[in-house]
Antibody, heavy 116, light 108 residues
Framework: EVQLVQSGAEVKKPGESLKISCKGS????????IAWVRQMPGKGLEWMGI????????TYSPSFQGQITISADKSISTAYLQWSSLKASDTSMYYC?????????WGQGTLVTVSS | ETVLTQSPGTLSLSPGERATLSCRAS???????LAWYQQKPGQAPRLLIY???SRATAVPDRFSGSGSGTDFTLTISRLEPEDFAVYYC?????????FGQGTKVEIK
């Protein structure tokens, strides 16, 4: 069974750094793209970027380029989304999903709260 | 980027009724690369339709997708109680991928 399991909720202060994770199982992790999707409170879905774990080829949405870093460690079947300096506006639910086009498999989401 | 506009914003219907949801793109979506998702409160989105009209695994046949170019439709033939949720369209034919803002289907 394909599963994507994300790390737990985080509460951070503005300016702090953060790295959240998404661990895949039930399939060959390296062979499938992983995407990150943001959902701000009460809002819709936003595609942030994708990574191919086999070679770490990464593409970012222009809206998020320079604001985030997507990475992966294929040896432990895990993808990451990180920020070097969080802002209050980064408060959102973040989902990982498998695929480079449509997304059949999703993680359960990681809630990130940024507040002073 | 390709902007997807979903309408209506909210659809108030009764169980058993037919739901028709629209997704209009600001430019033609390559190869009908359009998907539909259902999201319930506190849950991750669930894939319903891909390639504009192909149902995902285990999706009931009351869900159907149609359209091409810039105009796409998700139809739920007869609403079941579990179908009341928010629905999003997504285009993955043009870079970057984008989602619509969602249509909420609520119980009338």
């Amino acid at each position: 069974e394909v599963q994507l399991v994300q790390s737990g909720a985080e509460v951070k202060k503005p300016g702090e750094s953060l790295k959240i994770s998404c661990k895949g199982s039930g399939y060959i992790f390296s062979n499938y793209w992983i995407a990150w999707v943001r959902q701000m409170p009460g809002k819709g879905l936003e595609w942030m970027g994708i990574i191919y774990p086999a070679d770490s080829d990464t593409t970012y949405s222009p809206s998020f380029q320079g604001q985030i870093t997507i990475s992966a460690d294929k040896s432990i079947s895990t993808a990451y989304l990180q920020w070097s300096s969080l802002k209050a506006s980064d408060t959102s639910m973040y989902y990982c999903a498998r695929g480079s086009s449509y997304f059949h498999y999703w993680g359960q989401g990681t809630l990130v709260t940024v507040s002073s | 980027e390709t902007v997807l506009t979903q309408s209506p914003g909210t659809l108030s219907l009764s169980p058993g009724e037919r739901a028709t949801l629209s997704c209009r793109a600001s430019q033609s979506v390559s190869s009908s690369y359009l998907a539909w998702y259902q999201q319930k409160p506190g849950q991750a989105p669930r894939l319903l339709i891909y390639g504009a009209s192909s149902r995902a695994t285990a999706v009931p046949d009351r869900f159907s997708g149609s359209g091409s170019g810039t105009d796409f439709t998700l139809t739920i033939s007869r609403l079941e109680p579990e179908d009341f949720a928010v629905y999003y369209c997504q285009q993955y034919g043009n870079s970057p991928q984008t989602f619509g803002q969602g249509t909420k289907v609520e119980i009338k």
